[in-house]
């Protein structure tokens, strides 16, 4: 096999878990040369994997056909002459782009009846037999049914300093003292957020121990309000919700002395980044979407109605993660940051 095309997944932590699979192949196919076709929001993350060449943009929308933009980009596609395709995402519209291109080899999980789409399926396994994320886009290395190796590489990205100087300059981040990364947001929904007064009481408590430390919210323009509800209660954190790029972000968390986040995208960035990090689970499970890195505490109450994969709390408390303590994170959070004095 010489090149290969990875169908990559419409989001930024599920696009990390899979980052294995493509160390495996390289592994497996020493000249192999893997491109890779992912949405515009999860892009800059591949582009940062030292196993994929070219990374294809796209403008296509979450959950939208688009038929006629999927054949352009097929189209574009075909003459690349790819070997082999991976379709990550489980939908059948993920599986059209390699059909319409004629790649030989189109591999995937069965998903939504892809049975003329994927000429190599695996089959998808029970919900209460998943394995975790990476194991399951890794088995894709290997034929249907075979077993997976234990010893797959953890998740990594590549990081530039001069990058993370840069987008430092930009916001006025003096890169002579801590920085510490607060992220508040979870695209999922709010059963997955530590709530804001949480962030706020830990801000201070970092601010009281560590006052020269920086400390900064980053997120989408959605998590722009739970920032600034943080910031509105504690002054020493500074809302850049929203006014990053996705790429700039993981250019600051690559200078980060701690982060502190939800189960969400940039948690796994923090990991892949290898930075100290503390992740905080509520309605989701760390067994099966870890932060794999081994700087990375997770903080999880795992009561007994978690977790529940809701996205809004069914019970309306929000338990899991309310009596979360910020003392309880700061336990972590204070050992991250002596350690990087």
């Given at each position: 096999?010489?090149?290969?095309?990875?169908?990559?997944?419409?989001?930024?932590?599920?696009?990390?878990?899979?980052?294995?699979?493509?160390?495996?192949?390289?592994?497996?196919?020493?000249?192999?040369?893997?491109?890779?076709?992912?949405?515009?929001?999860?892009?800059?993350?591949?582009?940062?994997?030292?196993?994929?060449?070219?990374?294809?943009?796209?403008?296509?929308?979450?959950?939208?056909?688009?038929?006629?933009?999927?054949?352009?980009?097929?189209?574009?596609?075909?003459?690349?002459?790819?070997?082999?395709?991976?379709?990550?995402?489980?939908?059948?519209?993920?599986?059209?782009?390699?059909?319409?291109?004629?790649?030989?080899?189109?591999?995937?999980?069965?998903?939504?009846?892809?049975?003329?789409?994927?000429?190599?399926?695996?089959?998808?396994?029970?919900?209460?037999?998943?394995?975790?994320?990476?194991?399951?886009?890794?088995?894709?290395?290997?034929?249907?049914?075979?077993?997976?190796?234990?010893?797959?590489?953890?998740?990594?990205?590549?990081?530039?300093?001069?990058?993370?100087?840069?987008?430092?300059?930009?916001?006025?981040?003096?890169?002579?003292?801590?920085?510490?990364?607060?992220?508040?947001?979870?695209?999922?929904?709010?059963?997955?957020?530590?709530?804001?007064?949480?962030?706020?009481?830990?801000?201070?408590?970092?601010?009281?121990?560590?006052?020269?430390?920086?400390?900064?919210?980053?997120?989408?323009?959605?998590?722009?309000?739970?920032?600034?509800?943080?910031?509105?209660?504690?002054?020493?954190?500074?809302?850049?919700?929203?006014?990053?790029?996705?790429?700039?972000?993981?250019?600051?968390?690559?200078?980060?002395n701690a982060v502190v986040t939800n189960d969400s995208g940039l948690m796994h960035v923090a990991a892949a980044l290898r930075r100290p990090l503390v992740a905080l689970y509520g309605s989701t499970d760390p067994r099966h979407t870890p932060p794999l890195s081994e700087l990375a505490k997770v903080q999880w109450l795992h009561l007994e109605c978690s977790p529940?994969?809701?996205?809004?709390?069914?019970?309306?408390?929000?338990?899991?993660?309310?009596?979360?303590?910020?003392?309880?994170?700061?336990?972590?959070?204070?050992?991250?940051?002596?350690?990087?004095?």
């Amino acid at each position: 096999m010489r090149r290969a095309l990875v169908i990559a997944p419409n989001w930024i932590g599920d696009a990390l878990m899979a980052q294995p699979l493509f160390s495996r192949l390289v592994k497996l196919h020493p000249r192999i040369q893997i491109d890779a076709l992912a949405p515009t929001w999860v892009a800059p993350v591949l582009e940062r994997m030292p196993e994929i060449r070219d990374v294809y943009a796209t403008d296509l929308g979450h959950g939208k056909l688009q038929l006629l933009r999927r054949w352009q980009l097929a189209g574009d596609l075909r003459a690349e002459r790819y070997d082999a395709a991976y379709v990550l995402p489980n939908s059948l519209k993920s599986a059209l782009i390699p059909w319409l291109a004629n790649v030989p080899l189109r591999i995937g999980y069965t998903g939504e009846n892809r049975y003329g789409m994927l000429n190599v399926r695996h089959a998808n396994p029970p919900k209460d037999e998943r394995p975790p994320m990476v194991r399951h886009y890794a088995a894709l290395a290997y034929a249907p049914g075979a077993t997976v190796p234990d010893d797959l590489p953890m998740p990594r990205l590549e990081s530039d300093p001069n990058e993370a100087a840069r987008v430092s300059a930009r916001f006025n981040l003096d890169t002579r003292v801590p920085l510490l990364v607060f992220c508040p947001g979870a695209e999922y929904g709010p059963a997955k957020r530590w709530p804001p007064e949480h962030f706020a009481a830990l801000a201070k408590m970092v601010g009281q121990s560590f006052p020269y430390t920086q400390i900064v919210a980053l997120g989408s323009p959605k998590d722009a309000p739970l920032a600034q509800a943080i910031a509105d209660r504690a002054p020493n954190v500074r809302n850049l919700c929203g006014q990053t790029a996705l790429g700039e972000a993981c250019a600051l968390i690559s200078r980060a002395n701690a982060v502190v986040t939800n189960d969400s995208g940039l948690m796994h960035v923090a990991a892949a980044l290898r930075r100290p990090l503390v992740a905080l689970y509520g309605s989701t499970d760390p067994r099966h979407t870890p932060p794999l890195s081994e700087l990375a505490k997770v903080q999880w109450l795992h009561l007994e109605c978690s977790p529940c994969f809701a996205r809004e709390c069914p019970l309306g408390h929000l338990n899991c993660l309310r009596e979360l303590s910020p003392e309880q994170v700061f336990g972590d959070l204070r050992g991250m940051l002596l350690g990087q004095r």
